[in-house]
């Protein structure tokens, strides 16, 4: 029993530990900002230690490995802690999620798609590290740094494998079925874009420019403006923002996007954290497109920071929104890198949008134009002609 109790209490310990050490970095929405955590608090749980003693004492079947014990011991106070978006977030799926936030990663540069046998075929970008190295479209991936890949890989393990940090290396083991022969290749990682914003004249109407947002990004704001000068250097003077589907990010990039359109003093957005006055944040200058005539798609997967800048824009009478109520994301979760390169994401603020009526936390963010039946086959066509009709008034000649 001498063993088995060390066991429990350098189990114990380490638990404790990673509930009350260091965390940096916080998302809103997903992201905003960094904190810390500076002193350990010491608990007692003397009905866990018991339960643990008579599972060590009395299990038929062997106990999981220690990782997968304290996973299982942090979703369980989760789930009693009853917030659906205070979550454990496992290493691959928060790295990836960090490097999509970030806008871009260091990566080799090819897509990854699953064949018929759920093996891992890779399919390099012309000119990527990938493609100069010599892979090419359809090898099928073995080995990353000697880890074995297979059809039970998970695909988050294979994507945050290949990934890492601009200038490093990764070496692959391939399979070319074109000549029955396997290939090795060291590739120096290179920095990869991850775009958050598509855009293009609209075929219907060239004097409108259509912005497809998919991700509120560090990158994203800057590509907006990007892409609004583009589309105006071609003849644009209005434009429809794209925001269905986006399930939001950075709470920070969705008022940055609000500023972008809005003139100085515009309230965005008040946030209310836990024994805080309400902080109001409002635009410090003019926007660079203060005027020109804006249209908001929504549909209820726009969440989070994406209803930030769909509910501002709409609370100050700068954009029509067109389609139907958002999904009713108001709360703002830190984000504390763990130990082990999981994170713990934990709502600690709530947020509301000064004169929008009725608040998100009601229905969501509501059009002003509904577009009904999400379903139909031509759901596409009835939102962009809304929106043209909603834009044709004010559109220059």
């Known amino acids: 029993m001498k063993t088995k109790s060390s066991d429990f209490r350098y189990l114990f310990s380490v638990f404790l530990i990673i509930f009350f050490t260091l965390g940096i970095g916080f998302a809103a929405g997903y992201f905003l900002g960094s904190r810390q955590i500076s002193s350990v608090t010491k608990y007692q749980f003397p009905l866990f230690e018991h339960a643990y003693e008579l599972l060590v004492q009395h299990g038929f079947y062997p106990l999981p490995d220690q990782r997968k014990i304290e996973y299982g011991i942090i979703r369980g106070l989760l789930q009693a802690y009853n917030d659906p978006y205070?979550?454990?977030?496992?290493?691959?799926?928060?790295?990836?999620?960090?490097?999509?936030?970030?806008?871009?990663?260091?990566?080799?540069?090819?897509?990854?798609?699953?064949?018929?046998?759920?093996?891992?075929?890779?399919?390099?970008?012309?000119?990527?590290?990938?493609?100069?190295?010599?892979?090419?479209?359809?090898?099928?991936?073995?080995?990353?740094?000697?880890?074995?890949?297979?059809?039970?890989t998970p695909q988050d393990d294979v994507i945050s494998l290949l990934r890492g940090d601009k200038g490093t290396t990764v070496r692959l083991l391939i399979f070319r079925e074109a000549d029955q022969t396997e290939y090795r290749f060291q590739i120096i990682r290179e920095e990869i874009a991850l775009p958050s914003v598509t855009w293009n004249l609209l075929p219907e109407n060239d004097s409108i420019g259509y912005i497809q947002i998919n991700l509120m990004a560090s990158t994203t704001p800057e590509e907006i403006q990007k892409a609004i000068e583009d589309l105006r250097s071609q003849g644009s003077t209005a434009f429809i923002l794209d925001l269905r589907n986006n399930g939001g990010g950075l709470v920070d990039t969705g008022v940055k996007i609000a500023q972008l359109f809005l003139p100085a003093g515009s309230p965005i957005l008040t946030q209310t954290y836990r024994d805080k006055e309400p902080k109001t944040i409002r635009a410090e200058k003019d926007g660079p497109f203060v005027h020109p005539p804006l249209v908001i798609l929504i549909n209820h997967s726009t969440a989070s920071a994406a209803e930030i800048t769909a509910g501002a824009l709409k609370a100050q009478q700068r954009a029509v929104l067109i389609g139907s109520p958002t999904f009713g994301k108001y709360t703002i979760q830190l984000v504390f890198d763990m130990q082990d390169g999981s994170s713990l994401h934990i709502t600690a603020a709530e947020w509301e949008i000064p004169g929008l009526q009725p608040p998100v936390r009601d229905h969501g963010v509501l059009p002003d134009i509904w577009i009904e039946n999400e379903t139909s086959d031509n759901l596409q066509s009835r939102y962009i002609q809304a929106a043209i009709q909603s834009l044709q008034p004010n559109i220059s000649p």
């Open 86 to 152: 205070t979550i454990l977030v496992e290493p691959p799926q928060h790295e990836l999620q960090s490097q999509q936030l970030r806008g871009n990663f260091g990566g080799i540069g090819a897509r990854i798609d699953r064949d018929i046998q759920n093996r891992y075929r890779l399919f390099p970008f012309e000119n990527s590290p990938a493609f100069v190295a010599g892979v090419r479209d359809g090898d099928i991936l073995l080995a990353i740094d000697d880890i074995e890949i297979n059809p039970e």
